[in-house]
């Protein structure tokens, strides 16, 4: 049985960092693609970004040049640096699990395997 398991959440200041990880288990974890998404009070979860197996890696608008998306096959763990973290990142982060035919990977529907969520509050 496949499990994603966030930590690293937390609270933080604008300006600053914070290092999500998620912890897979129960697939072959280098035949997937992976990303981490978001959900703030009253709106959409969204992509935020992704890996693909062969280490491709892209990212929302709203984050480029601030986040960056890296895997350890090694410890079937992936994270997500935030950097310059800004209020508007508050939200519920997930991170998710995916195979087969990679059309959007910063869609939801591309992701079989999801985490319970780590919350992130940026104060001003």
């Known amino acids: 049985q496949v499990q994603l398991v966030e930590s690293g959440g937390g609270s933080v200041q604008a300006g600053g960092s914070l290092r999500l990880s998620c912890a897979v288990s129960?697939?072959?974890?280098?035949?997937?693609?992976m990303g981490w998404f978001r959900q703030a009070p009253g709106k959409e979860r969204e992509g935020v970004a992704f890996?693909?197996?062969?280490?491709?890696?892209n990212y929302a608008g709203s984050v480029k040049g601030r986040f960056t998306i890296s895997k350890d096959n090694t410890k079937n763990t992936l994270y997500l640096q935030m950097d310059r973290l800004k209020p508007e990142d508050t939200a519920i982060y997930y991170c998710a699990a995916g195979q087969g035919v990679a059309w959007d990977l910063l869609r939801e529907w591309q992701y079989a395997h999801w985490g319970q969520g780590t919350q992130v509050t940026v104060s001003s």
């Open positions: 129960g697939y072959t974890y280098n035949g997937y693609y």
């Open positions: 890996i693909d197996s062969d280490g491709y890696r």
